[in-house]
């Protein structure tokens, strides 16, 4: 999971998911998307699919890219405590603002 952390942390990576999550895409879709040179898309979209965000089928001469949700599911497993621990302080918020005059 460090390596999806890892990945996740470079911003036009977030930002290609993004996209992805809408629908697939080819690379030239990503590169007018995000402004970002072709060679830069096939490079973070290769690290992309080398930890699992995503995977590509090939459509007669151009490759199309989705997105992998699993890796993601991983990632919120591991939120789920700190999501948890929010959600009771901001219960606890709630009552306190309800209890004031």
């Not at 402004?35 to 199309?64: F, I, N, T, Y």
């Amino acid at each position: 999971m460090t390596e999806v952390f890892e990945v996740l942390a470079e911003p036009n990576r977030r930002r290609i998911l993004e996209c992805l999550r809408e629908r697939e895409r080819p690379v030239n879709d990503l590169v007018d998307l995000l402004r970002v040179s072709q060679p830069a898309v096939s490079k973070h979209l290769r690290v992309l699919r080398e930890a699992g965000l995503v995977e590509s089928r090939v459509d007669a001469q151009r490759r199309l890219y989705r997105l992998r949700a699993a890796p993601l599911r991983q990632v919120d497993d591991w939120l789920a405590p700190y999501r948890a621990m929010w959600a009771s302080h901001l219960d606890a918020l709630e009552t306190h603002l309800e209890e004031m005059p």
